[in-house]
């Protein structure tokens, strides 16, 4: 399914909140201390309004001072951060956001999500799993849900969610509905079950390592169908794909702290029709492979 309307791409999507969320973001994964700082900077200045950050990035701070020094107001940005596994027991959460906030120099987040559907044990230096609060995330949920009312977020999500996982979540009785569910979608990974699952279920899907992450980049731009429409288009490789994610209907996040990347991956475009199937025939075509995949390293079947 495509949301190409009248051959343009949505700039944003609505949230059931009646917020508008930027439909292309910066994403700040991997972005080093004294390289962040001038992406967010380079990403404002080429029009971006949706910075896509989270504790565990360990960059925060510098994205804050970017956003001080830049001249757009607060109001025109969006801000997402992510709660990290340590801090999923429900005494714990607020404090967790407060740090981001502080950080962030910031007053509110317009979306916070739950980093991974995975919770350690507090005090523990070797992530060893909370396995009860992993596989009931609901007590978690309450406090985010809690964290709306209070003001501090405007949106709540969850983040690496599977079907099996967002089913269990929202079996419960919810005050707020998940908004978003952040997930790895590329060319390998294209998750056409979940993109269908999602959109039938009103929740819409964000797409991180868009390109195939740092070990998939180079090949994912050498795809032969990707090539021709790009050179159909007179767009590049990466424009195709980014122009995909939001044609399929998701937020995309690519990440890059190259200026000229920034600005290139900033610019999509609504694909033909014929261009768009050719692409996502292609991607569900071949066996999925999934690039980011902690489950063996945190002892727990996350997918």
């Known amino acids: 399914m495509s949301t190409a309307v009248n051959g343009r791409l949505p700039t944003h999507f609505t949230l059931p909140s009646g917020d508008k969320i930027p439909a292309v973001a910066l994403g700040v994964w991997r972005a080093d201390r004294g390289d962040v700082g001038n992406a967010v900077k380079t990403a404002l200045d080429a029009g971006y309004r949706h910075i896509d950050g989270a504790w565990i990035y360990g960059n925060e701070a510098e994205v804050g001072e970017a956003l001080k020094a830049s001249s757009v107001p607060r109001s025109e940005l969006w801000l997402t951060s992510k ?116 959109r039938d279920n009103g929740i819409l899907l964000e797409a991180y390592s868009p390109l195939g992450s740092a070990e998939k980049v180079k090949e994912s731009l050498q795809i032969p169908e990707v090539k021709s429409v790009a050179k159909e288009l007179g767009i590049t490789p990466a424009q195709v794909y980014i122009s995909w994610h939001v044609q399929r209907g998701t937020v995309v996040l690519p990440k890059s702290v190259t200026p000229s990347r920034i600005e290139e991956n900033f610019h999509v475009v609504a694909l033909p029709e014929e261009a768009f199937e050719r692409i996502e025939g292609a991607a569900v075509g071949h066996e999925p492979f999934r690039t980011v995949d902690p489950s063996k390293r945190w002892g727990v079947d996350i997918f």
């Open 83 to 198: 709660l990290w596994n340590t801090f999923h027991r429900p005494e714990d959460v607020e404090n967790a956001l407060d740090e981001s906030l502080q950080r962030l120099g910031v007053d509110y987040l317009d979306l916070y999500l739950m980093h991974w559907p995975v919770a350690f044990k507090k005090g523990t230096t070797t992530n060893e799993v909370d396995f009860e609060l992993t596989e009931n995330p609901y007590p978690t949920w309450q406090k985010l849900e809690e964290m709306v009312s209070k003001g501090k977020v405007r949106n709540i999500g969850v983040s690496n969610f599977n079907i099996r996982r967002m089913q269990n979540l929202t079996a419960n009785s919810l005050k707020v509905k998940p908004a978003v569910n952040q997930v790895e979608l590329s060319y390998w990974n294209p998750q056409p079950e979940l993109v269908k699952w999602a």
